[in-house]
């Protein structure tokens, strides 16, 4: 699964240590995420959506088959 977590981030002008704790989650998962090494839980990408000022979770992830 890809996602669009840099570009909307940088867009409203917030930094990954910004997001994570917004979301309450460690900058490291944070990271990871961001850089597709890991895939988060429904819950973590719901908050990491509404924390981008996004409406649904395709608007930041891209899922793939």
């Known amino acids: 699964m890809k996602n669009n977590i840099k570009k909307l981030r940088e867009e409203l ?3 990954q240590e910004q997001l994570a704790n917004i979301v309450n989650i460690p900058v490291e998962e944070l990271n990871d995420i961001e850089s597709n090494k890991n895939i ?3 819950l ?3 908050d ?3 924390a981008l ?3 649904f979770i395709a608007d930041v992830f891209l899922f793939e088959e």
Do not use: Q
């Open 48 to 50: 990491i959506t509404k």
């Open 13 to 15: 002008g917030i930094s």
């Open 44 to 46: 973590t990408a719901r």
């Open 53 to 55: 000022k996004k409406d």
């Open 40 to 42: 988060p839980s429904l």
